[in-house]
Structure formats: C-alpha cells, structure tokens
C-alpha cells in the first residue's frame, strides 16, 4: 500500500524567505549628528525667524508678573548707579579727579549690566531649554543668539535713558558727532557678550557647578574695569596698569566715555583691542560650541 503524500497547503509570509535588498546610504546623515561647520553656519541662517521671535516674545513676556514690568530693566541699573555714587562718590571719594563723575559712573554701571546680563541668561541658555532641546531639532547655538539679540533689543532703551542722564545731570552734556561712534563700540560689545556666552553655555551644559563661580567672575570683571573709579587715580605699576587695560570691557567703557562726555575721538589703540577681543571671542566661542553639539540635551 503506497503512502499518502502530505499537502503543503497555501504558502504564507512565514514560509518565504527573508531576501535583503541592498540600500543606498549615501547623503543620509545620522539622527542628531554634527554637521559640518559651514553647513553649521547655514542652519543659524535659516532660523534667522526663530532667533528674532523668539527674542522679541521673551523681551515682551520678561517681566510680565511685576508690576512695572519692562521699567525694571531701566531702574536696575539706575538703582545701582545710585548705591555706587552714595558709596563709591561720597563715602569713599573715589571720584576726586574724575571728570563728570556722575557722567562716569552711569556710563560704567549701565553698560556693564547690559554685559553682564547677556553673559549670564547666554550661559544658562542650554540649561534653561533642555526640553526645547531634547523635542525639536535645531542647530542648539540659535539659543544663546537668541538670548543675546532679547538683551540687544531691551538695551535699546537702558542705552537711550544712559544717554537721556547724561544730559540732564550737571555738568550737562552737549550732543556731538563723536556720539555715533558708540553704535559700533556698542556692536563689538554685543560680539564680546555673544563670544563668551557660547563658550561659558558649552562648559555649563557639562559642569553646572559653573554657574555659581559666574556671579563672582563678573563681579571681579567689574572691579577691574574702572566702572566706578579710575585707575589713573591708583598707584599701580605702568606694565600692570598696561596689562590691566587690556580688558575688553574696560576698553569699551573709555571709549564711550570719550565720545559721550570727553568730545575726544577714541585711540586707534582702544578699537583694535576690542575689535581683536570681540571678533576672536566670536569666532573661538562658535567653534568650541559646534564641536559638542551633539552632546546638548543629554541627561
């Protein structure tokens, strides 16, 4: 008796073979990976909306619970302009010789708060944004531009009510030309503040413990660049006094003060200090920034 062959039945997914298919993977680029610096830059540039809407909206909604709202970032610097002249002008006398102290003092503190908040809110940028980051994807520097362009836009009035002081406190100023030369002295500055953002905001995303050393690092800055004296009245060594005016934000406060209340054009010295501050800021804080993109947002 012949044995009945066995029916094999339909064939199904399961009883095919598996056949692979060759990919081409050429031009795709892993998820969340470095991009090429160049093409780095090019990202910046397409967001260029996000970057100013986002400044301009956080400038609208920064001081939204207090009363005075946006007038803070005036009254700050004037409330601490008022505390320096009444310690540092008429307890301590440290104006004796100062031309137009009063003038001195609101140029130094205003423009020092103006780079001490962009350092400070660039640093903490990553940290601050850590669930933007780890949802959407976007070159991360868009943020601390972002932070520096909000403190550019509300500087625009702390500039306006330095100069509006200027004028009114005796010994009055006058207008003149020399005045539009702060618009660049002040554009450098946004560079600086923007350079040492990126760079401190790296090192902060990595080591938090950063941000407690920044309060005193500022603090320190500010004493060394003559905001509320002058060094010529000091009995320092010429090579330390020399060394010690190599600061960028001491440069940027002599500058501004020589156009605004000394009618004196600028050394050429002072603008390429600066200009060599600025720029390399810049262009080193880019670069140390995009080699850790990557690593942004990670827990």
Same mark, same amino acid.
């Given at each position: 008796m012949t044995k009945p062959t066995?029916?094999?039945?339909?064939?199904?997914?399961?009883?095919?073979?598996?056949?692979?298919?060759?990919?081409?993977?050429?031009?795709?680029?892993?998820?969340?990976a470095r991009p090429g610096f160049l093409q780095y830059l090019l990202q910046i540039w397409e967001?260029?909306?996000?970057?100013?809407?986002?400044?301009?909206?956080r400038v609208q909604s920064g001081n939204r619970r207090d009363r005075l709202g946006s007038a803070w970032m005036i009254l700050n610097p004037v409330l601490n302009g008022l505390t320096y002249y009444l310690i540092f002008g008429i307890l301590l006398q440290t104006g004796r010789?100062?031309?137009?102290?009063?003038?001195?003092?609101?140029?130094?503190?205003?423009?020092?708060?103006i780079t001490s908040r962009a350092i400070t809110n660039g640093a903490r940028s990553i940290q601050n944004s850590r669930a933007v980051i780890q949802a959407f994807n976007f070159p991360r520097a868009t943020l601390p531009m972002a932070v520096n362009i909000r403190e550019i836009l509300a500087g625009v009035p702390v500039i *306006? =009510?330095? $100069?509006?002081?200027?004028?009114?406190?005796?010994?009055?100023?006058? *207008? =003149?030309? $020399?005045w539009a030369l702060i618009f660049p002295a002040l554009l450098l500055q946004a560079f600086l503040n923007l350079g040492i953002g990126l760079i401190l905001a790296r090192v902060i995303?990595?080591?938090?413990?950063?941000?407690?050393?920044?309060?005193?690092?500022?603090?320190?800055?500010m004493y060394s660049s003559a905001v509320f004296f002058s060094f010529d009245n000091l009995n320092i060594n010429q090579t330390v006094l020399d060394i010690i005016k190599l600061n960028p934000l001491y440069q940027i406060l002599?500058?501004?003060?020589?156009?605004?209340?000394?009618?004196?054009?600028?050394?050429?010295?002072?603008?390429?200090?600066?200009?060599?501050?600025a720029f390399s800021a810049l262009a080193i804080g880019f670069v140390y920034f995009w080699k850790a993109e990557e690593s942004y947002g990670r827990e």
């Open positions: 066995r029916s094999h039945g339909p064939v199904t997914p399961e009883s095919t073979d598996i056949i692979s298919l060759p990919v081409d993977t050429r031009g795709m680029i892993r998820v969340g967001h260029r909306q996000f970057i100013f809407y986002d400044a301009k909206a010789g100062i031309e137009n102290f009063i003038g001195y003092l609101i140029i130094g503190v205003f423009l020092f708060q *306006i =009510t330095m $100069l509006v002081l200027v004028l009114i406190f005796p010994p009055a100023e006058e *207008i =003149t030309w $020399l995303s990595t080591v938090n413990d950063v941000t407690h050393l920044l309060t005193f690092g500022l603090r320190v800055w002599d500058i501004v003060r020589d156009c605004v209340l000394y009618a004196t054009v600028p050394e050429w010295q002072s603008w390429a200090i600066l200009a060599a501050w």
